[in-house]
């Protein structure tokens, strides 16, 4: 079946400029996950939704990351005010509720010149 | 506090030969424990979990890993390496109640490399 969907694959933006990345989450999976990859941090969680339930959000690294999720399936995740520091993949993930494992959309690498 | 560390940047080894790649964490009670890998440009692939059980986990393109309380550690392992093997390799800890249940913590990952 398919797995989970990120898009776009690639944005270029410019410093201070509002940024949104998508993220499909696999059918039927109501647990969603938002991690960032970069070179200086590696890994990191930054937010959760779980079904009907207040996100996480213990992970977002300042105010100008917020995420939200529609209808239980699709989440944005968008940036304000662009910073050359927000450069990162950013990865999407989702679970079946209760599940613990998590599966890993291909990511969006955002570049901000 | 919840880590995962991964000891080494990188391993080399020799197509055919067996490979091993260290993982160890630190939680508070018992461990949830993941491997990935990450080939050039793709998101994070699932290769296995433990959660309890047997210590010896078999997972997906013959990889298996040995849970070890005693020593902290998750290594992942291959008998026979192959050179589609090479890639990236992140092991993981899922966060405790009240550190974040939900979330995965990461290690830096390995750097795999199989040579011919």
């Known amino acids: 079946g398919a797995g989970v969907s990120q898009s776009p694959s690639n944005k270029v933006t410019e410093k201070g400029k509002d940024v949104e990345l998508r993220c499909d989450p696999i059918s039927g999976h109501t647990a969603l996950y938002w991690y960032r990859q970069s070179l200086g941090q590696g890994l990191e969680f930054l937010i959760y939704f779980q079904g009907n339930s207040a996100p996480d959000k213990s992970g977002l690294p300042s105010d100008r990351f917020s995420a939200e999720r529609t209808g239980g399936s699709v989440s944005t995740l968008t940036i304000q005010r662009t910073q050359q520091e927000d450069s990162a993949v950013y990865l999407c993930?989702?679970?079946?509720?209760?599940?613990?494992?998590?599966?890993f959309g291909p990511g969006t690498r955002l570049t901000v010149l | 506090a919840q880590s995962v560390a991964q000891p080494e940047d990188q391993v080399n080894v020799a197509e055919g030969n067996p490979l091993t790649v260290k993982c160890t964490y630190s939680v508070s009670g018992n461990p949830y424990l993941f491997w990935y890998v990450q080939y050039p440009n793709r998101g994070l692939q699932f290769l296995l979990k433990?959660?309890?059980?047997?210590?010896l986990v078999k997972g997906s393109y013959g990889f298996e890993a040995e849970f070890n309380k005693s020593q902290t550690s998750f290594h992942l392992k291959k008998p026979s390496a192959l050179v589609s093997d090479s890639a990236l390799y992140f092991c993981a800890v899922r966060g405790t109640f009240s550190g974040g249940y939900n979330k995965l913590i990461f290690g830096a990952g390995t750097r795999l490399a199989v040579h011919p």
């Open positions: 433990y959660i309890t059980g047997d210590n």
């Open positions: 993930a989702s679970s079946t509720q209760g599940a613990d494992t998590q599966y």
